[in-house]
């Protein structure tokens, strides 16, 4: 294994001068080091890339599906089957639990796929200088110390400390979140807070260079970058498990100690009785096979399939499975505000001219159309104070927008798009000279010629509006110049802090022959416009009671504009900063974020730092991100969801990618949650009320020495029904109405509960009555003949049918569902009740089942008797619906008392 050391530290080597670092590093700008001297720091430092752990291979990944406890508990129950000869139960759970196994294998196939795609974002060739030569050599064979340039369009490849530099901005938005590109510079920084934005003289790998150019030296490749830490970050954190995982694990123990415990107390009773061991084994044996549903595993993962299909449909893609189930109990959702709340286009929204007028733009985006406003009045023409705005915008500029892309920095991009929305003609300029922005000056400029301009030409020049000022002595009002005062200089500078305020970012603008002297023409306002859909699911989302909290790396202002628009932040809430986060243990923080709404100025430590402190909260956590920097986040969160035009790091990281990046799909996910939870515990209520119907009778009449009411095949026969077709239709039932609206599901919520046994029994308890009733009223001279078990046979296929009806809503009426909306289930009922009536009167069958004909009358006094389990679990419902109503009232009416009571 090679050494993966900390090669450097970047505060250092941000503070460090250019021969201190050269030095250090031994290498010379001009020269860079020898190919020798990279060949045997390789061996010290590592290739320039993520070494992978080496892969599982697929038959394993296949064998870990068997590791689930109900899963290894069916196998137990196949294998004492098999020693008790009982072959038919052992194949069927067999068949069951590979079908299981295989399902959760393909879907999951490609679930661990995060740190692979980290390497897409290295580019795969970087432009070296080694031995005194520029070669373009593989981004993987770079070492720390070797001379690396880059210009426009470049992908980093390692982290680079930079020597020299013109113009040079790189967007690391993956990293910070923030739109805007970062300026870079090549000067010593002596003063550190250790923040990530601080470091302007380093480039990190992965980032993307949008202008200028520049050169500098290695100071960290593979591991020892930042790229590196996130990835380090993302393999220590496991995906943890979901609510319904737990919840199958947890009943799988309990279904397992239950069958054992049947076959303990079958062979004490026998003992005591002194009935032959192994027929006592056999029976004890074949009654806890019975009870198992080996059906389980199969109706929850089709269940979730089909949840995963149908999201699949609103254009959001469910990659692990139990991860939509999960959906249904989030109740924090963290959102990411660059991208997934906003465009992530930057758009001039306002401008104020030097001649007084204030206007405002509609279309968002580089590449909507949209109108000029002014006081109200949407605006036909483009005024004369705003096209001269917009030409200084327009010529001072390094963007281009091309076709459904827009290349260069975000704010040039802004006004390039408005300078579009404009519709203005100009005469064409080329341009001499351009002044690139620095951090000390704050501004950009250019100098063009034009036919209209003189020799010298012309100078237009953007940026910061404190600094502009200092450059005017001139405005431009309603097209002649005019002395700009002290004072009003001071209002303009005021009215821009208004605006930034509001979220806006400000950007002065000025023209002139000499930049001493230049003339002021305005300002505007820019921000990156929130999506269309966001308000509207925001809100809808709240209605849900799912609880919103803003992540981003942009200022407290703008984060405060998005959060105040959305409703996201209130005056119960409170904003905490990721230098806050820094300085409060998880603990503290955990209680800090029950009243936080924002987190701003955030890193990818921030944002799994505040995940794990909402989950120390006992809070279910969904986390939406795009970008490099939520990948860890997205994996630490019960639920990550990735934007689709967002980075492979962070598709890979999630469970669920929106493709049209519509945060309203966030909605229908956790509604199809909460549905595909409410269908599992109604297959499970039908399941073990009919396996306990079974498994009652049977024990009963065995332990009293009653003859048994139904043969083997008759018992097969039930056993296909109650995992099969008619069961397993309740795992489709469409989404009710009353699950839409409901609060979020707690994460502990057992899929077996007090109230759902207790419904199990009563329903049990009727069928056992009934059919043991019709079983001992049949059997009228003590001898068990074929019209017996059929009558008992058919009374107990009934009462499994208006069992599987009841159970399609654990409250409502069947006359308050959509009562054909689960086609499937009404299928799956008549072809059963058909199949029965084949085994009752065609002759071959017949004879298989030993069962014979009955008549009509028959028929229609098993229909009566059986449909009283409908009938009864109708008056619980109606009895539970009452009580809720009652319940609901009062608290309503003490709400209203209260109300009434504050002054």
């Not at 406003?373 to 500029?397: F, H, I, Q, R, S």
Request: charged content about 20%; some cysteine.
């Amino acid at each position: 294994m090679m050494s993966r050391k900390l090669v450097s530290d970047n505060a250092n080597a941000a503070s460090m001068a250019t021969d201190d670092l050269q030095r250090f590093w031994k290498t010379n700008t001009q020269y860079g080091i020898s190919t020798e001297e990279a060949l045997k720091r390789e061996q010290v430092y590592g290739p320039n890339d993520f070494g992978e752990k080496e892969e599982e291979s697929l038959l394993m990944k296949f064998i870990s599906g068997f590791k689930d406890p109900l899963i290894i508990m069916l196998f137990v129950s196949a294998l004492i089957s098999v020693i008790t000869h009982q072959y038919d139960d052992a194949l069927s759970i067999t068949i069951a639990v590979i079908i299981v196994t295989l399902v959760g294998f393909i879907q999951e196939y490609r679930s661990e796929k995060s740190l692979e795609a980290l390497n897409n974002l290295v580019p795969p060739t970087a432009h070296c200088i080694r031995s005194g030569h520029k070669e373009d050599i593989l981004a993987r064979e770079l070492v720390p110390g070797d001379v690396v340039e880059v210009g426009l369009g470049d992908r980093v490849p390692a982290d680079i400390r930079l020597l020299e530099c013109t113009g040079l901005e790189v967007d690391e938005s993956s990293f910070t979140g923030e739109t805007i590109p970062c300026l870079k510079q090549c000067d010593p920084i002596v003063t550190l807070k250790g923040e990530l934005s601080e470091l302007t003289n380093i480039i990190f790998m992965g980032t993307l260079v949008c202008n200028g150019h520049g050169k500098g030296v290695v100071i960290g490749t593979g591991y020892n970058t930042q790229f590196g830490e996130i990835f380090n970050m993302m393999e220590s954190e496991d995906t943890p498990k979901t609510p319904l995982q737990k919840n199958m694990d947890k009943l799988g123990k309990h279904l397992s100690f239950i069958s054992f415990g049947v076959i303990g107390v079958i062979l004490i009773v026998g003992f005591i009785r002194g009935q032959p061991f192994q027929d006592m084994l056999t029976i004890g044996v074949s009654l806890a096979v019975a009870a198992i549903p080996e059906g389980l595993p199969i109706v929850v993962t089709v269940t979730l399939a089909l949840g995963v299909i149908r999201m699949s449909k609103k254009e959001a893609i469910v990659r692990k499975l139990p991860s939509v189930e999960t959906l249904g109990c989030v109740n924090v959702l963290c959102v990411d505000k660059t991208g997934t709340l906003t465009k992530n286009e930057m758009t001039v929204t306002a401008a104020h001219t030097s001649s007084g007028n204030h206007y405002t733009f509609t279309g968002t985006g580089y590449f909507e159309s949209g109108d000029i406003v002014n006081a109200g009045t949407t605006l036909n023409y483009c005024p004369e104070d705003l096209a001269v705005l917009g030409k200084v915008g327009y010529l001072c500029n390094n963007s281009h927008i091309s076709g459904e892309k827009m290349f260069g920095n975000p704010t040039d991009g802004a006004l390039l798009a408005l300078f579009n929305k404009l519709q203005i003609n100009l005469e064409s300029s080329t341009r001499l000279e351009e002044i690139p922005f620095s951090h000390e000056q704050k501004w950009m400029g250019v100098r063009c010629v034009s036919e209209s301009a003189g020799s010298d030409g012309v100078y237009y020049v953007k940026g910061a509006t404190e600094n502009i000022l200092k450059l005017c002595a001139h405005q431009l009002v309603n097209g002649n110049l005019k002395v700009l005062t002290q004072y009003e200089k001071e209002c303009i500078e005021e009215q821009i802090h208004k605006n930034e305020d509001l979220g806006m970012r400000a950007l002065s603008l000025a023209y002139g022959s000499k930049l001493d002297n230049l003339v002021y023409v305005g300002n505007v306002g820019i921000v990156d416009p929130i999506r269309n859909e966001v308000p509207e699911a925001m809100h809808s989302l709240r209605r849900n009671r799912i609880r919103i909290v803003m992540i981003t790396g942009d200022s407290k202002n703008i984060a405060l504009s998005i959060a105040k628009s959305l409703q996201i932040h209130t005056s119960s809430t409170e904003a905490i900063s990721g230098e806050m986060i820094d300085t409060i243990s998880t603990e503290d923080l955990a209680d800090r974020m029950k009243t936080v709404s924002i987190v701003y100025r955030s890193t990818p430590r921030h944002k799994m730092k505040v995940i794990k402190a909402l989950q120390h909260n006992k809070e279910i956590v969904a986390m939406t991100g795009d970008g490099v920097n939520d990948a860890v986040a997205l994996k630490c969160a019960d639920i990550g969801i990735a934007m689709g035009r967002g980075t492979d790091v962070c598709k890979e990281a999630a469970e669920m990618v929106l493709v049209n990046d519509d945060v309203s799909a966030i909605l229908e996910a956790v509604r199809e949650g909460k549905n595909i939870f409410s269908n599992i515990k109604n297959f499970v209520r039908f399941q073990l009320s009919t396996s306990v119907s079974a498994l009652t009778m049977v024990a009963i009449t065995t332990l009293c020495n009653i003859p048994p009411p139904l043969n083997p095949m008759q018992i097969l026969w039930i056993n296909i029904i109650m995992d099969g077709p008619p069961a397993q239709s309740l795992g489709v039932e469409p989404m009710d109405s009353g699950n839409i609206n409901s609060p979020p599901r707690h994460p502990k919520t057992q899929v077996v509960n007090k109230a759902m046994l207790l419904r199990v029994c009563l329903s049990a308890a009727c069928i056992i009555s009934g059919t043991l009733w019709v079983f001992k009223n049949e059997m009228v001279d003590g001898e068990v003949t074929s019209r017996d078990t059929t009558m008992t046979f058919t009374c107990f296929i009934f009462y499994d049918m208006f069992n599987a009806l009841s159970c399609r809503s654990m409250t409502k009426s069947i006359f308050q569902i959509n009562f054909l909306g689960n086609t499937t289930f009404l299928i799956a009922i008549s072809a059963s009740i058909l199949a029965h009536f084949g085994l009752v009167y065609v002759p071959f069958l017949q004879i298989i089942f030993q069962t014979e004909s009955i008549s009509g009358r028959d028929l229609m006094l098993l229909l009566a008797l059986a449909s009283t389990v409908l009938i009864m679990d109708e008056l619980v419902k109606l009895f539970l619906r009452t009580f809720s109503y009652f319940k609901h009232r009062s608290k309503n009416s003490k709400s209203d008392d209260k109300k009434r009571l504050l002054p």
